[in-house]
């Protein structure tokens, strides 16, 4: 897949540069400019994304960060199968439990739930950094609501991480995931509640809690596109109609000087009438004049 020019692969974490260090250089700079595409891709189109993984993946299938890049391409395809063997790989390459989380949600896509309230209970759980720990519990909560169990999602979202008034790189996430919750339990007020802190602490937009909020209270958003074209399409027919208004006054110009002109002819043809009358009066006159005077 073509790689743009601005694209170097010095762009690539050093840590991942230093995996790289293991193959030729040649290669090492290829499949860091592969990564740096997937990276660059993989929220705006990870169709795209998803490619330049497999490129990177059959360049060097034996460096950890290429089995981890694809494995997050495959997850934002939804190809969980394909994602869960690649975290795999990867987590057997490093021994680390990072990618513990998003196993356990590649078993909830994968239509395994069960399973990944196992792994949130697994001993891996405690060893994964507070931010690890918070996503296992987003995963497990929606696991217990695949199941149908509300009640208990949102009893697996209360936390001290959700109490806190400090504002993390997860709150947002936490909060639109209780606030969720709640509205799916039917306590549509304690949602809204729970929807605004979401937009509080939601900087850079990573959720639509803000959308949530705006319809709980009953707020319609009008598209301004949409109401170009409905613009555009009420110009049109008011073009239409001038244009067919403009058609019909012509007809009727038409018709009026059609009509005028056989009001001249008629008049022309009483006048041509007239005259011929007068004519053969005349004519009439004078030949009695003659048998008069003949008869004198």
């Given at each position: 897949?073509?790689?743009?020019?601005?694209?170097?692969?010095?762009?690539?974490?050093?840590?991942?540069?230093?995996?790289?260090?293991?193959?030729p250089r040649t290669l090492a700079e290829d499949?860091?400019?592969?990564?740096?595409?997937?990276?660059?891709?993989?929220?705006?189109?990870?169709?795209?994304?998803?490619?330049?993984?497999?490129?990177?993946?059959?360049?060097?299938?034996?460096?950890?960060?290429?089995?981890?890049?694809?494995?997050?391409?495959?997850?934002?395809?939804?190809?969980?199968?394909?994602?869960?063997?690649?975290?795999?790989?990867?987590?057997?390459?490093?021994?680390?439990?990072?990618?513990?989380p998003l196993m356990a949600d590649c078993e909830?896509?994968?239509?395994?739930?069960?399973?990944?309230?196992?792994?949130?209970?697994?001993?891996?759980?405690?060893?994964?950094?507070?931010?690890?720990?918070?996503?296992?519990?987003?995963?497990?909560?929606?696991?217990?609501?695949?199941?149908?169990?509300?009640?208990?999602?949102?009893?697996?979202?209360?936390?001290?991480?959700?109490?806190?008034?400090?504002?993390?790189?997860?709150?947002?996430?936490?909060?639109?995931?209780?606030?969720?919750?709640?509205?799916?339990?039917?306590?549509?007020?304690?949602?809204?509640?729970?929807?605004?802190?979401?937009?509080?602490?939601?900087?850079?937009?990573?959720?639509?809690?803000?959308?949530?909020?705006?319809?709980?209270?009953?707020?319609?958003?009008?598209?301004?596109?949409?109401?170009?074209?409905?613009?555009?399409?009420?110009?049109?027919?008011?073009?239409?109609?001038?244009?067919?208004?403009?058609?019909?006054?012509?007809?009727?110009?038409?018709?009026?000087?059609?009509?005028?002109?056989?009001?001249?002819?008629?008049?022309?043809?009483?006048?041509?009438?007239?005259?011929?009358?007068?004519?053969?009066?005349?004519?009439?006159?004078?030949?009695?004049?003659?048998?008069?005077?003949?008869?004198?």
């Amino acid at each position: 897949m073509p790689i743009p020019e601005d694209v170097t692969g010095d762009e690539i974490d050093s840590d991942v540069r230093q995996e790289l260090q293991s193959l030729p250089r040649t290669l090492a700079e290829d499949v860091a400019k592969n990564l740096v595409m997937v990276a660059r891709l993989i929220d705006e189109d990870p169709e795209g994304a998803y490619g330049y993984s497999k490129v990177a993946l059959r360049l060097a299938s034996r460096v950890a960060a290429v089995r981890e890049a694809a494995g997050f391409a495959a997850y934002a395809n939804q190809k969980y199968a394909e994602a869960l063997a690649e975290f795999r790989a990867a987590r057997r390459m490093t021994g680390t439990v990072d990618l513990w989380p998003l196993m356990a949600d590649c078993e909830r896509g994968l239509g395994r739930p069960e399973k990944a309230l196992d792994m949130a209970g697994a001993p891996e759980v405690h060893k994964l950094d507070k931010a690890g720990q918070v996503e296992m519990r987003l995963v497990a909560a929606g696991a217990r609501r695949d199941m149908g169990q509300l009640d208990a999602a949102i009893v697996t979202l209360q936390s001290p991480e959700l109490a806190s008034h400090s504002v993390q790189p997860w709150t947002a996430r936490l909060r639109y995931a209780y606030a969720d919750a709640l509205l799916a339990a039917g306590r549509n007020g304690e949602a809204r509640e729970w929807f605004a802190k979401a937009v509080e602490a939601d900087r850079d937009g990573s959720t639509d809690a803000s959308d949530r909020l705006a319809e709980l209270d009953g707020v319609e958003f009008v598209d301004a596109l949409d109401e170009t074209a409905d613009g555009a399409d009420a110009d049109a027919a008011v073009g239409t109609a001038v244009a067919q208004d403009d058609d019909a006054a012509d007809q009727d110009d038409d018709q009026a000087d059609d009509e005028h002109d056989a009001d001249d002819q008629d008049a022309d043809d009483a006048e041509g009438d007239a005259d011929v009358k007068d004519v053969d009066g005349a004519e009439g006159a004078d030949g009695e004049d003659d048998e008069e005077r003949r008869e004198r």
